[in-house]
């Protein structure tokens, strides 16, 4: 899954710069890094602990009054609350954060993300479903909404899901965690041919993903018996 493909801050620049930029900082707080190939959680809470570390450089930084925060490093604040009740496993509170930030920065593609993220982590598929798709409001090509947004429709619109992810992919041709999660629903609307093809896809991009495809599926038939000769 998607679930933890993106990293939302460039958290060791963050740090290098904390004393010497403020508001430069609090504008890169707000931004996203590279964003990795495989999806939704894995490195949340390595993300999450290394932003805690960063905002303490800035605590002890000291020196001169800071300026009065805007609207949207007010929201950068509450995001990285956010984060780190998230990498806690305190989804309420990370809830809680994500929506702040949105009240005070509705224009902030990635709080509508965390959102419905941690709603989705929640059983709350409704609610993420209409925050997945306020971030894509905000940007129509932010890949992670649009790949758990197929996640979530593909159960009750599959031919919307299918849509979501060759959006996915086109916008990321190597991602091969969507071109199996595509094989597989095209496969399960009787598409088999295409959907084999996206299966194989994904197994060359990703050759680990071979292990999620069941044994079989795939199997190369054997080649036709050579006729014996006259």
């Given at each position: 899954?998607?679930?933890?493909?993106?990293?939302?801050?460039?958290?060791?620049?963050?740090?290098?710069?904390?004393?010497?930029?403020?508001p430069?900082?609090?504008?890169?707080?707000?931004?996203?890094?590279?964003?990795?190939?495989l999806?939704?959680?894995?490195?949340?809470?390595?993300?999450?602990?290394?932003?805690?570390?960063?905002?303490?450089?800035?605590?002890?930084?000291?020196?001169?009054s800071?300026?009065?925060?805007?609207?949207?490093?007010?929201a950068?604040?509450?995001?990285?609350?956010?984060?780190?009740?998230?990498?806690?496993?305190?989804?309420?509170e990370a809830?809680?954060?994500?929506?702040?930030?949105?009240?005070?920065?509705?224009?902030?593609k990635?709080?509508?993300?965390?959102l419905?993220?941690?709603e989705?982590?929640?059983?709350q598929?409704?609610?993420?479903?209409?925050n997945?798709?306020?971030?894509?409001?905000?940007?129509?090509?932010?890949v992670?909404?649009?790949?758990?947004?197929?996640?979530?429709?593909?159960?009750?619109?599959?031919?919307?899901a299918?849509?979501?992810?060759?959006?996915?992919?086109?916008?990321?041709?190597?991602?091969?965690?969507?071109?199996?999660?595509?094989?597989?629903?095209?496969?399960?609307?009787?598409?088999?041919?295409?959907?084999?093809?996206?299966?194989?896809?994904?197994?060359?991009?990703?050759?680990?993903?071979?292990?999620?495809?069941?044994p079989?599926?795939?199997?190369?038939?054997?080649?036709?018996?050579?006729?014996?000769r006259?």
């Open positions: 899954m998607w679930r933890g493909r993106d990293k939302h801050l460039k958290v060791v620049e963050i740090a290098a710069h904390a004393c010497k930029a403020l430069r900082l609090m504008d890169a707080m707000t931004r996203p890094g590279s964003v990795s190939q999806r939704r959680h894995r490195r949340r809470h390595a993300v999450a602990a290394a932003l805690v570390a960063g905002m303490g450089i800035l605590a002890a930084c000291g020196g001169t800071a300026a009065p925060q805007s609207d949207a490093q007010i950068a604040n509450d995001l990285n609350a956010g984060l780190a009740a998230q990498a806690a496993s305190n989804l309420t809830a809680s954060d994500y929506k702040s930030a949105i009240a005070d920065d509705p224009q902030n990635y709080a509508y993300y965390d419905g993220l941690v989705e982590l929640m059983g598929s409704a609610a993420s479903e209409v997945y798709r306020a971030a894509l409001q905000l940007d129509p090509t932010f992670p909404a649009l790949f758990n947004l197929a996640i979530l429709r593909t159960a009750p619109s599959p031919f919307e299918e849509e979501l992810y060759r959006q996915v992919i086109g916008l990321e041709p190597k991602d091969a965690t969507a071109y199996l999660n595509l094989g597989f629903l095209l496969r399960s609307q009787g598409d088999v041919t295409e959907g084999d093809t996206d299966l194989q896809t994904a197994v060359l991009l990703e050759p680990s993903l071979a292990d999620r495809i069941p079989g599926t795939l199997a190369t038939p054997k080649p036709a018996a050579s006729s014996p006259p």
